[in-house]
């Protein structure tokens, strides 16, 4: 039986533990590594055994501030006083570490996804939350413990990278307060900015380029589509994760309101990722190909030729602009 | 003689005064107009007479927070009780409305600029504020109005535009805080985002993939070098304002540290724009042609073509890169 707690028994339960094993979601983001990282960081400031356990190796991007919290396997801490999900309130999300986690003496997880069913022993989730970072910032606070530098900089890679550097509708006052206190403890801001938007792969730039050459507009200029095809990605000796930004520079086009991306995936289907600006709702485009997600942004993978996958969404995107905006866009 | 005073001095002038015209500088950005609209609107909810006197039309990403404040002749207010410069400390940069500001009974100034010369009768400069928004924030706190929902805008959209909404090293921790009461205050913050930042020309990123395409990477990568001739405006049915952001992306590139763009402009010179990530010193670089900036911003205009132009800015980005790191990168 799961039970909800407060952070302030999160606090408590952390300070009369020795070891402590935190566990990021797999293909953890910056939210998910800042948070674990600025936990343990601080758990070891105050004495105790702790370590990240990941499902592989964090993204480069974000390697400026893990320092040697991140292990890839769990030998270091034998039945951990406590096991803690962060930014993670699924079991599936931790696959492959789950017998780890069930080997703590207490399992409790910390996120601000809402999620189904939690899971482990005792959880706090504050969906208001932009980032989990803001989350492990007001637990520190709580627990009295200092904000060092290396800790404060975790936390503001967290929230930077949730909010879209405070661009995203989840940024609230309280992001801009925490941001602020986190600078007065001193981190190099112009550093982690350079390090999280200043660092923009090569082919990236490429590979959006070729993108952009193909986008069309469409639905009186409020739908917007592109594709990256195999091809396009071998001439620009780049990968998947290179084509990731694309949909939404594709979003961010004047007078666009709904935008999508076909990706054709090494076995033949095509991923699509959607984007809404304002009013557009992505998840119910999505939701027609099988597919999900959020309001804002959502995705599907369907398994036809790419021209066809493309009138298909194009023609959905219309339907639903026309909904939205009239028929006679 | 001008002289020094406080923001409380200032408040104390306008609120003794009836009429007041507010002179942004030529070629308003978003700080210098969402400073004077915020001004402009919160001294008419006083039940003051109050303009925004513009050198030109606002920008149109500017807009949509003028409302009715921005006039282009300044007969509507005669022999104005004060006249104040907002985000603007440089009698040059009023060319045209100069007359104007001097018919002012009393003229003020009001800026985070760091001039030689200031002009007028009192003046207020705070060279650590990221934004003249947030010198306005503080002046209508002084003289305690009421911050209503299109004031807070008008100095969220200042603050977000002059700090890359909070990405540039003028952020500081009272530039979040100060985020964070506007926020309180009622700011759209999904309009603001999706108005400034979701609202790109298509022309825009049409130039920017064509810049790309041309990119040059060298000095081990340090170094980076891109042009945006006539030819290619045409090609993608833009004009030279939409070449302004190529800068910033030809910088962001992994690895770079310093960037140029040489931009063909209709007298055939070449317009140099240079960029530094973190230690680079561009001003050194652009005054050896001429220009000048800031360390990590600045430009010059060269008079031959465009090849010979770039092979002498390649040269000196080498040899200044070659100080900074040794010489053989």
Redesign the interface.
Same mark, same amino acid.
């Given at each position: 039986m799961i039970k909800n707690i407060s952070l302030k028994e999160i606090g408590k339960k952390l300070q009369d533990a020795q070891s402590i094993l935190l566990f990021p979601h797999e293909n953890a983001d910056g939210d998910a590594i800042g948070s674990c990282v600025a936990l343990c960081l601080s758990l070891r400031e105050m004495g105790k055994d702790a370590f990240v356990l990941v499902g592989e190796e964090p993204a480069d991007f974000i390697s400026f501030i893990t320092g040697d919290c991140c292990i890839g396997d769990g030998s270091k801490i034998n039945n951990p006083d406590i096991c803690m999900c962060v930014d993670c309130g699924e079991e599936k999300r931790i696959s492959g570490r789950e017998d780890k986690y069930y080997s703590g003496k207490i399992r409790l997880t910390l996120d601000h996804h809402v999620t189904e069913a939690g899971f482990g022993d005792f959880f706090y989730v504050d969906e208001n939350a932009a980032a989990t970072g803001e989350l492990v910032y007001e637990l520190l606070k709580e627990m009295g413990a200092e904000i060092t530098v290396p800790v404060a900089e975790a936390l503001y890679v967290a929230i930077s990278t949730d909010t879209g @550097?405070?661009?995203?509708?989840n940024?609230?006052?309280?992001?801009?307060?925490i &941001?602020?206190?986190l600078?007065?403890a001193g981190v190099d801001?112009?550093?982690i900015?350079?390090e999280l938007?200043? @660092?923009?792969?090569?082919r990236q730039?490429?590979i959006?380029?070729?993108a952009? &050459?193909r986008?069309e507009?469409f639905a009186g200029g409020k739908g917007a589509i592109t594709c990256v095809t195999r091809r396009m990605l071998e001439e620009a000796g780049a990968r998947q994760e290179h084509a990731e930004t694309v949909i939404d520079?594709i979003?961010?086009?004047?007078g666009v309101e709904i935008a999508a991306v076909l990706k054709e995936r090494d076995d033949n289907k095509i991923k699509v990722s959607l984007r809404a600006?304002?009013c557009g709702k992505v998840n119910d485009i999505a939701g027609r190909f099988g597919g999900g997600g959020h309001v804002k942004a959502a995705g599907c993978t369907v398994d036809m030729e790419i021209s066809e996958a493309a009138e298909k969404i194009k023609a959905a995107i219309t339907e639903s602009l026309a909904l939205l905006f009239g028929g006679n866009e």
């Open positions: @550097n405070f661009k995203y509708s940024t609230s006052p309280k992001t801009h307060i &941001a602020a206190e600078m007065e801001h112009n550093r900015m350079v938007y200043q @660092n923009v792969d090569i730039l490429k959006r380029s070729a952009f &050459a986008a507009i520079s979003r961010d086009i004047s600006k304002s």
